[in-house]
């Protein structure tokens, strides 16, 4: 369903009015995606391999289509047109997830709830699925537009215009940005954000960023440098009040900042303007000197099979330690193994991946005094559960000198748990060791021996029996890491587990 001229002609305004005089602000053109038609509402991938943008260029399939671009050897790549994304009508507006995995976007094609809807398609290696509306109570008979998603994957926001849906009429010439939260596998009633950020008729383009903390959003307020500059507002945690207002005055230009991305660090922005008395409208690039939000740490990489090196899809669950039933899920990508999992400082995370036969992966996080944000690269080898693999969970945890379990080995725990029951012809050897710690009074055999057999009682408690659980300790005799450094100390202090049978 295409959108009726006056709308267009309102958004066109919107976006790409206002002075445009030469700023100080090194923005640097993307050259590589810029021609003489406009390029605009561009997003950039978790591993800033690639960008997605709008554009009205000539070789699509409607009046504004979109493109991607892959960044290689430092540079981008003339852009590709999103065959199986793009339809005879507006699609633009894209949003490429945290994780990686989904894009969202808008379009005013047939078949809609209104006059623009929201859409999503979901990344399989380097294709993407066919759209599909992501449906009520979001989309509406107005126009919603511009979505972002928070990098849990659970609140979304976007901007909606009033459209008489019949007449094709404004309602209202205003543009305000909302929110929905999902939860039980739908989306709740979307709410108007309150003020400080809808307080004018001309608030749009939010991005929620990593931290899930800080939003950013275009505005036309007053005290700004431009007519439509890029605003903040923060919240405690998940809350629903937004405080703290600024303008990012090291961003803001005179010209006009709007349809802005970062880069998951945010060392880097994106934005759409038309400087240097262009006539159309560019991607820029711009390399930020301010911390425009908390810092977050990103692990990204790809999942495989230990044994045979293929990549495996795989579900990734993000727990706090501290409450295990706070959690939430993101799936690695289906072809290719890759995956990107964004955690904003504050909380002590357990990471776990897991796979239909495979042994889990798990990992700690404690981002409690987290100060700089940092992205790395986590390659995971999962292994299969056969007869002779051995697998190290470093999530399980003891007492000093103790063989009591910590609470906290419970998340890793479980996860064994039920993957004993899932596979009842499996039995396993727990092995248990130690670190060497000198002028010790306690015998690493005699330690390491009743961890292995505290490990099994928990797994006889929980109904698992005690024919398939076989112990063994090796005290400090198995060194993994350097005893003279506390680091290598805590590898050595680890629980193994052997499969001696899977079928």
């Given at each position: 369903m295409r959108i009726i001229l006056t709308i267009a002609v309102i958004v066109i305004n919107l976006f790409f009015s206002g002075e445009r005089l030469f700023s100080q602000i090194e923005w640097t053109p993307v050259k590589a995606v810029n021609t003489k038609y406009h390029e605009f509402s561009v997003t950039i991938s978790p591993d800033g391999s690639f960008m997605i943008f709008g554009s009205d260029r000539p070789g699509g399939a409607g009046d504004k289509d979109l493109w991607i671009s892959y960044y290689k050897e430092k540079k981008w790549s003339a852009p590709e047109n999103l065959k199986?994304?793009?339809?005879?009508?507006?699609?633009?507006?894209?949003?490429?997830?945290?994780?990686?995995?989904?894009?969202?976007?808008?379009?005013?094609?047939?078949?809609?709830?209104?006059?623009?809807?929201?859409?999503?398609?979901?990344?399989?290696?380097?294709?993407?699925?066919?759209?599909?509306?992501?449906?009520?109570?979001?989309?509406?008979?107005?126009?919603?537009?511009?979505?972002?998603?928070?990098?849990?994957?659970?609140?979304?926001?976007?901007s909606r215009i009033p459209v008489d849906y019949k007449t094709r009429q404004l309602k209202k010439e205003e543009i305000q940005i909302f929110s929905s939260v999902y939860k039980e596998d739908h989306w709740l009633v979307p709410v108007k954000l309150p003020k400080p950020v809808n307080q004018m008729d001309y608030d749009f383009a939010s991005r929620i960023m990593p931290d899930n903390r800080t939003l950013l959003f275009c505005s036309a307020r007053k005290g700004g440098k431009g007519r439509?500059?890029?605003?903040?507002?923060?919240?405690?945690?998940?809350?629903?009040?937004?405080?703290?207002?600024?303008?990012?005055?090291?961003?803001?230009?005179?010209?006009?900042?709007?349809?802005?991305a970062f880069t998951i660090s945010g060392d880097r922005m994106y934005m759409t303007s038309q400087r240097d008395g262009r006539k159309d409208y560019d991607i820029y690039e711009y390399k930020v000197q301010e911390k425009i939000s908390d810092p977050t740490i990103t692990l990204q990489g790809r999942i495989t099979n230990k044994k045979s090196g293929g990549p495996v899809e795989s579900s990734i669950t993000i727990e706090l330690f501290k409450n295990p039933k706070e959690k939430f899920r993101i799936n690695s990508n289906k072809?290719?193994?890759?995956?990107?999992?964004?955690?904003?400082?504050?909380?002590?995370?357990?990471?776990?991946?897991?796979?239909?036969?495979?042994?889990?992966y798990s990992r700690r996080l404690d981002l409690t005094e987290l100060t700089n944000s940092s992205v790395t690269n986590v390659d995971i080898g999962l292994h299969p559960l056969v007869k002779g693999e051995s697998i190290v969970i470093n999530t399980i945890y003891f007492d000093p000198d103790s063989y009591k379990l910590k609470e906290e080995s419970h998340i890793a725990l479980d996860r064994i748990v039920e993957i004993l029951k899932q596979?009842?012809?499996?039995?396993?050897?727990?092995?248990?060791?130690?670190?060497?710690?000198?002028?010790?009074?306690?015998?690493?055999?005699?330690?390491?021996?009743?961890?292995?057999?505290?490990?099994?009682?928990?797994?006889?408690?929980?109904?698992?029996?005690?024919?398939?659980?076989?112990?063994?300790?090796?005290?400090?005799?198995?060194?993994?890491?350097?005893?003279?450094?506390?680091?290598?100390?805590?590898?050595?202090?680890?629980?193994?587990?052997?499969?001696?049978?899977?079928?």
């Open positions: 199986t994304l793009n339809s005879p009508f507006h699609d633009q507006e894209p949003f490429i997830t945290y994780d990686g995995n989904a894009l969202l976007f808008s379009s005013d094609r047939d078949g809609g709830y209104g006059v623009g809807d929201i859409y999503v398609s979901f990344r399989n290696g380097i294709d993407w699925s066919a759209p599909v509306n992501i449906g009520a109570p979001v989309n509406t008979t107005d126009s919603e537009k511009m979505p972002s998603l928070s990098m849990d994957n659970r609140e979304l926001f976007f439509f500059d890029i605003w903040r507002v923060k919240r405690k945690d998940n809350s629903s009040m937004w405080t703290r207002l600024s303008n990012i005055s090291g961003i803001n230009t005179e010209n006009n900042e709007v349809h802005f072809k290719s193994g890759e995956y990107s999992i964004t955690l904003p400082k504050g909380d002590d995370y357990s990471v776990t991946v897991e796979a239909p036969g495979f042994m889990f596979n009842p012809a499996l039995k396993i050897l727990i092995k248990g060791h130690v670190a060497k710690v000198p002028d010790s009074k306690i015998d690493p055999q005699w330690l390491s021996r009743k961890r292995a057999e505290e490990v099994k009682n928990y797994f006889v408690k929980k109904n698992i029996s005690s024919s398939r659980l076989k112990t063994k300790g090796f005290g400090s005799s198995r060194p993994i890491g350097d005893n003279n450094t506390e680091e290598g100390r805590k590898q050595n202090r680890r629980t193994e587990f052997e499969i001696l049978k899977s079928e």
